[in-house]
């Protein structure tokens, strides 16, 4: 069967890899994350990351404590590589060719973020992972997503969540709330969904980037949706 998609950028937050925890990094979730991207690439996908940091920090969070608001986002890039880390070693231990990318240089242990370089890894079948955000304080990692994904060409940007979809409503306290199976980007702005914030999704509408928000905890969801099957949210239009 051909794939529906054939470049993809994944988006997870970094409070998915907590699990039942309430701080940190679970090894069961960033191993189910790991095996996820794993059946993407042996489909022939090529598949670019990014991941949140609010699992560790959160910049927004920063000022509530003293720190400043640009070295509180700062701090927030930096929980981002070591999850990008984090990442990159259950991929590797699974047999995962991949390349971690830091937009604030850090020549230890990631690449700098140059496009041509990113690109070349995902032809040849490396998993990128981009982090430290876009390297610039006040933009958020859906910022950084949306930016990426429109820089490597990518088809879709698949936003990986803890809910099936997008709602009416928050569906964990409304339980009226309706699910949209497609839903356009004007109405998405006009019903004040959080899809993404602001930034990042007129990013995606400037550029008809389409986004699909799903379950990211479903079994094999990832190859379901690149097969073409209809799992979660289509934003488009």
Do not use: W
């Not at 701080?23 to 996820?36: D, K, L, P, Q, T």
């Not at 990008?84 to 604030?104: C, D, F, K, N, P």
């Not at 304080?137 to 099936?164: M, Q």
């Amino acid at each position: 069967m051909a794939l529906k998609f054939k470049r993809v950028l994944l988006k997870l937050s970094g409070e998915s890899l907590m699990g039942d925890q309430s701080f940190g990094i679970s090894a069961e979730m960033v191993h189910h994350y790991a095996a996820e991207i794993k059946g993407l690439v042996d489909l022939g996908v090529q598949v670019a990351v990014v991941i949140g940091g609010g699992n560790i920090f959160r910049g927004l969070q920063a000022e509530a404590s003293g720190i400043e608001r640009v070295q509180g986002d700062y701090m927030g890039m930096l929980a981002t590589v070591i999850n990008g880390m984090a990442l990159q070693s259950s991929l590797e231990g699974l047999g995962v060719y991949t390349r971690l990318i830091s937009a604030i240089e850090m020549k230890q242990i990631a690449e700098p973020y140059i496009r041509r370089r990113a690109i070349r890894h995902l032809e040849k079948g490396r998993v990128v992972l981009f982090s430290a955000g876009t390297g610039s304080p006040y933009f958020t990692t859906d910022s950084a997503a949306a930016l990426r994904a429109n820089e490597i060409n990518a088809d879709v940007i698949l936003k990986g969540t803890r809910v099936d979809g997008v709602y009416s409503a928050d569906p964990e306290k409304d339980p009226t709330a309706v699910k949209f199976d497609h839903i356009s980007f004007a109405k998405v702005i006009s019903m004040g969904l959080g899809v993404m914030d602001m930034t990042a999704f007129t990013l995606c509408q400037e550029n008809n980037l389409p986004i699909i928000v799903f379950d990211i905890n479903g079994h094999d969801n990832l190859k379901r949706i690149v097969n073409g099957e209809r799992i979660g949210t289509l934003v488009e239009g």
